[in-house]
């Protein structure tokens, strides 16, 4: 009998992203990514941006993601403990995954102590030096009046305009992200400020898009979980060790 003990984690798969014809098969490679890890995964942490944009009115959610969101249900009825972040997508996520899934929703940071190592999680955005305009409208989107104002539109004019914005985004362009040196990677700053407090031994984040393991003072390290546009990418803790691995699909 496989013993459950694996920790996984995963970020970025924008479901419902542009160009809209990729999204089935996407799921379906996450799915099968699920699927293979049912058999020894304890805990599983998705950490943001699992979806392009999702909001929870009071009776409605973005259809779609059935497969996934199946799955996931399956997980969690065999006892997979799930952890959902909130990402810059996917921000107005609120009790709907937490009600239906037996979920933990996470708004910021996380950490947790595996295998007598700590983990620092987030999903990334708004984070390190820089990028002020982000961090002023991150406030002002989590904000409960500008959650009201946009729950007084209709769906679909609501969810019609974040799919709009959505098809300017830097997935449906196709840029590439490029890594920028240790010097310059905001992530990277940001985890060495925060060690000069407290040590960590992992720093897991996603929001990057660009698969990272970077090693850190005193031993710690960050890994950037990347995206399942291009790179297909997620890490699993083992009890000892964190890998950062690439998921080869059969779909």
């Known amino acids: ?6 920790i996984y984690f995963a970020s970025d798969f924008h479901l419902g992203a542009h160009p809209r014809s990729t999204v089935r ?32 009115y009071a009776t409605v959610v973005p259809k779609g993601y059935i497969r996934f969101l199946g ?26 995954l937490r009600d239906q899934l037996g979920a933990t929703i996470v ?20 984070l390190g030096p820089g990028d002020h305009k982000y961090k002023l409208l991150k406030k ?24 709009r914005w959505s098809a300017h ?9 490029l890594f920028q040196g240790e010097d310059k990677e905001w992530l990277v700053i940001y985890a060495k400020e925060v060690l000069q407090d ?3 031994d992992y720093f897991i984040f996603g929001h990057r898009h660009l698969p990272l393991d970077v090693a850190l003072p005193n031993g710690s390290r960050y890994v950037n979980l990347g995206e399942w546009i291009h790179s297909d990418t997620y ?16 779909c």
């Open 25 to 56: 098969e996407r799921e379906l490679r996450i799915v099968s990514w699920l699927d293979a890890i049912k058999a020894d995964a304890a805990e599983l942490y998705l950490v943001g941006d699992v979806f392009d944009f999702w909001f929870e």
């Open 71 to 96: 799955k996931l249900a399956a997980l969690a009825d065999a006892g997979v403990k799930i952890t959902l972040f909130k990402g810059n997508h996917d921000m107005w996520m609120f009790g709907y």
């Open 1 to 6: 009998m496989t013993v459950r003990d694996k």
């Open 169 to 177: 985004s830097r997935i449906a362009s196709g840029s590439r992200e």
């Open 140 to 163: 002002i989107f989590r904000s409960r009046f500008c959650q009201w104002l946009f729950a007084r539109l209709h769906p679909n004019l609501g969810i019609g305009i974040a799919q």
């Open 198 to 200: 407290r040590h960590y």
């Open 107 to 126: 708004d910021n940071e996380l950490v947790i102590e595996r295998g007598g190592k700590t983990f620092f999680l987030h999903h990334g955005d708004g």
């Open 235 to 250: 890490a699993v803790f083992d009890g000892d060790e964190l890998t950062l691995r690439r998921w080869e699909s059969q």
